[in-house]
């Protein structure tokens, strides 16, 4: 009854900006966390970023001062904005929440993904 589509990927060239955007829809009591995790080909997926409901924050090493997370928590929305791009975060992007359908149950769901490729 919840789902996340992810809109914005795309490509750009090395040292550009994309954003991406996510919304979760269905029955939504609270998304305790929403985020951003990507898996680039041969490789595991790994967390960009988190946000919690609160406004704290967690950003992998790689991204930081680069990529910015922010939430829309009224619209259960997460976006990132990519700065600076390099080749290395080509990857599939895929939006994420830790999501409770009542005060104590929480589910993880994930979008099906955005492609973002950035050139050298």
């Known amino acids: 009854q919840v789902h996340l589509m992810e809109s914005g990927g795309g490509l750009a060239q090395a040292g550009g900006s994309l954003s991406l955007h996510c919304e979760a829809s269905?029955?939504?009591?609270?998304?305790?966390?929403m985020g951003w995790y990507r898996q680039a080909p041969g490789k595991q997926r790994e967390l960009v970023a988190l946000?919690?409901?609160?406004?704290?924050?967690t950003y992998a090493d790689s991204v930081k001062g680069r990529f910015l997370i922010s939430r829309d928590n009224a619209n259960h929305a997460v976006n990132l904005q990519m700065n600076n791009l390099m080749p290395e975060d080509t990857a599939v992007y895929y939006c994420?929440?830790?999501?409770?359908?009542?005060?104590?149950?929480?589910?993880?769901?994930w979008g099906p993904g955005t492609q973002v490729t950035v050139s050298p």
């Open positions: 994420y929440g830790a999501i409770e359908q009542t005060l104590v149950y929480e589910n993880d769901y």
């Open positions: 269905g029955s939504i009591y609270r998304a305790r966390q």
């Open positions: 946000m919690a409901i609160e406004g704290t924050t």
